[in-house]
Every structure is written in C-alpha cells, then in structure tokens.
C-alpha cells in the first residue's frame, strides 16, 4: 500500500470496500462503475495515493487520457515512490502526444525500479514518438505528405489521443486529395471539442479543396474567430475568397460574350492557388472554352489537357476537348476522348457524340473527294461540274505531254483521282452513301479500274474527239477536232 492513507480507522475500512468493489468492477470491465466507487473511496479518504492511481487506470481505459493525467499526477504528488502513478503518468503524456513529459515520467519509474520491463519498452516508444514528430516536421517542409501520414500513423498508435498528431495528418490527406478521410479525422475531433480551430480550418480546407469555397469560406472564419492568429485559417480564407471572385467575374464576362476579359480573369485565377486542383481543372475548363471562341483550337486542347491532368474524372473537359479535336481533324484523338467519356457515363448523347466521331474517322481516312475537286462539302451540282471542268482541264495528261515522266504521271494520278470524285459527286446516290460514310464498294461502286477518259469525253461531248494545242510556251488551249 503507497503512503498518504491519514484516514480515520473506519473511514480507512469503508475506503478500502469502496476500492475492493471498484476492483472487482474493473476486472469486470465495467469501467464506469469501477470509476464511480474509486471515487467513492478517494471522498472518503483523499490523501490515498492508490485510489487516484486505480481511477487514472480507469479512466485511461475509458479514453478520458487528459482526467487520467491529472489523477496520475496527484498519486505521485502524494507518494513519489509509487512506481505504478509515474507509469500512468508517463502513458497519459504519451496518449496525449506529450512524448518528451512521457520520458520523464517513464525515466522516474526506471530510477525507482531500473528493472521495470513496461518501463523500459514505454521509454522507447516515447522516443520513437520524438522521432516520428521529428521526421514529420521535415517532410512537412518538403510537401512529403504522404510520408508525414506514414510517421503520424505510426506516432497515433503510441499516441491515439493526440489531437496535434490527428490534425497534422489529416492536413496532409487533405494535400492529398484524400478528402473523404480528412474530414472524418477533423469531424472525431470537432466531436469531442467543437470549438478547435485547426479542425475546424482542416474541414474548412477540405471544402476549399473540393470546389465548395462559399461553405469553406464559413469553415476558415469559424476557426479565425477561435483562433485569430491561425496563420493557416488566414491564408487559405483570404484565397478562397480571391479565387472565388475572379472565378465569378470570369463567368460573368463570359456570359456578356467579353471573351478577352474572360480569358484575362481566368488565367488571373489559375494564378492564385496551385494546390486548389479541383477549382484549378475547372478554370482550365472554362479557359479552353473561352478560347474555343475566340477560334484559338490548339490553346483550347491544351487548356482542356492541363484539367485532364488535374481531375481525370473530368467529363466536361474530355467533351470540350473531343469538340475541338473534332474542329481540328484530330478524328481519332476526338474517338479516344469520346470512348472514355462513354465508359464513364453511358448516356445515349455521349454514344452519339462516339458514333460521330467514328464516323469522321473513318472517312477520313478515304480520299476527300470534295478536297480533290476544291470544293466546300455544301457544294451545290452547278459548282461541282464547273470545279470538275477546271481540274479536269488542268490535270490532263494531254497538256502535261512535255513534261517529265514524273510530272506526267503525278498528273495522270490526279486526273483519274478528279475523275473519281466527279463520278461520285455528281450522282446524287453515289454521293448521299459516300457523305454518309458507307463503303462505296458495297454497291458494285469500285473505282479501282474506271477509266478517266470515258467520263473527260461525256462531260466535254463532242464528235470528233479533242486535244490540247500550245499557242506559246507554257500555254495551252482546249480544241474539240
């Protein structure tokens, strides 16, 4: 028994039935109960160094570590010697995350008794502890965020009470993007203490970080007005709110169609947080939209690109982006972007948007006979024959009879190749499955082995055939004979 027990004889007798059923109470489990009638015997007999020590081990295993603490400390007020109090006084500390008040405690137990196993293997957690805190601290300053969870992690299992060590690792899940399980490490806490500002500034950053700064806004003022020197709470409020107006002015000039100031306060927002991703993707977003209206394509895929890289979950930047690819010719970047698109929301537009853009794809790769004839795809029958008359007429073999064998048969190709097109264009069948992107060989339509001159002799008629004459070099007419 420790000393410090001045009790009358009878009340010494009631406080130790008192502490016997508190025991038996303990063994039991029922920590609540234990609780209560090791209070019972410490009114009874307050200067009994054992009882404090018996409610701060029932009260460490009902998680309350801070009242434990301060049992702990009043057992070895009373009684210094009392090897077991400095134990619970240490593991408090160390609960608590005080390690280096935990290697005080647990070294005044080692004095006491210098072969105290529990001891020994407590003072090597609590410097583990340190250790762990000190590794943290650096990797903080080198944005190593997934190592600070790492060592917090470890430093919580020796230290599960510590607020400090919570907080620090759910700012970092933050930074991660591992929003879902920062705001339930800052809710336990706002649980048990709703007025702290750091978890009230984590849960405010979580918000921030997931695009929902108006709410994130309420979050940092809370905490500034728990803590008005809570640099961090000050910081990221003054940028949320900066972000939140540039981002709002953005759209505003964007819906007058001021499309350069839009651009303008876009690109100021990007500026203003690198950290916030989500907010950032979007911004990127509504840049390459902007762009795609002022017709600059390529500024607007990359635009779209960089909010790709941010938020790979971003449908409205691959639908923005498959559109400019699909504005550029890029048929089969527009097909990959669309596809992903597709396999995340099937919806029977973004399936069309597919098939369209596999469409193109695939006539792409067929010749162009509007390209070959240099005509627009709207190209009405009248300009169709009169485009043919002028290449037909310019790639003759005929007038390229003088030229050299290379010359000659690159426009022997293209004569044929003009040929093609005007076979095609011009039958309002041929034509209606050729813009419909249908194989024409389907329909017995190979242009494999036609020749050019049959179709050059029944657009041109003409009974005794035609040729080509030089009136000086380098100039040629069209002569029927």
Not at 164 to 190: H, N, T, W
Not at 196 to 220: M, T, W
Not at 462 to 478: R, T, V
Request: hydrophobic content about 35%; overall charge positive; glycine content about 6%.
């Amino acid at each position: 028994r420790s000393i410090g027990t001045c009790c009358f004889p009878g009340t010494n007798r009631e406080a130790e039935t008192f502490k016997e059923q508190g025991n038996a109470y303990y063994a039991k489990k029922d920590y609540n109960e234990a609780y209560n009638y090791y209070t019972k015997a410490i009114d009874m007999c307050p200067k009994n160094a054992s009882y404090y020590g018996n409610r701060a081990a029932t009260l460490m295993m009902l998680g309350r570590f801070r009242e434990a603490l301060g049992d702990a400390q009043q057992s070895v007020r009373l009684d210094d010697s009392f090897v077991r109090g400095h134990l619970r006084e240490g593991k408090c500390h160390l609960s608590l995350g005080n390690a280096m008040a935990a290697c005080r405690s647990f070294q005044r137990a080692l004095e006491l008794d210098h072969k105290n196993a529990q001891a020994q293997q407590e003072f090597k957690n609590a410097n583990a502890v340190m250790e762990y805190e000190k590794i943290a601290e650096t990797d903080f300053e080198k944005r190593d965020f997934r190592k600070v969870v790492f060592c917090m992690d470890r430093a919580l299992e020796f230290a599960p009470a510590c607020h400090r060590f919570k907080i620090l690792k759910a700012e970092c899940l933050a930074m991660l993007g591992r929003y879902p399980e920062a705001q339930s490490v800052a809710s336990d806490i706002l649980r048990m203490d709703s007025t702290n500002a750091d978890a009230l500034y984590v849960r405010g950053l979580c918000l921030y970080y997931e695009d929902c700064i108006e709410k994130a806004v309420q979050f940092f003022v809370q905490a500034l007005r728990m803590a008005p020197d809570h640099e961090k709470a000050c910081i990221a409020c003054r940028n949320a709110k900066a972000l939140k107006a540039k981002k709002e002015d953005g759209n505003k000039a964007f819906k007058e169609g001021n499309y350069k100031l839009a651009y303008e306060l876009y690109t100021e927002a990007l500026g203003i947080d690198p950290n916030n991703i989500k907010t950032n993707a979007k911004l990127y977003c509504n840049r390459g939209t902007v762009n795609s209206k002022l017709r600059k394509l390529d500024d607007a895929i990359e635009d779209c690109t960089n909010a790709v890289k941010l938020d790979d979950t971003y449908i409205k930047a691959y639908l923005r982006r498959a559109q400019c690819y699909m504005d550029t010719e890029q048929y089969e970047e527009a097909v990959r972007d669309y596809e992903k698109v597709y396999q995340t929301e099937k919806t029977k537009e973004h399936k069309q948007l597919l098939k369209n853009a596999q469409l193109e794809l695939k006539k792409s790769k067929r010749k162009d006979y509007y390209k070959i004839l240099g005509v627009d795809k709207n190209a009405s029958e009248d300009e169709i024959k009169k485009a043919y008359r002028k290449r037909a007429l310019m790639h003759h073999p005929d007038r390229h009879s003088g030229a050299s064998a290379e010359v000659q048969k690159e426009e022997e190709k293209k004569f044929k190749e003009v040929g093609e097109a005007f076979t095609i264009l011009s039958d309002p069948k041929k034509k209606t499955r050729y813009d419909s992107g249908q194989d024409l060989d389907e329909e017995g339509m190979n242009m494999g082995d036609f020749d050019p001159n049959n179709i050059f002799k029944a657009f041109f008629g003409g009974p005794g055939g035609f040729s080509f004459e030089a009136s000086g070099p380098g100039n040629f007419f069209f002569q029927f004979g």
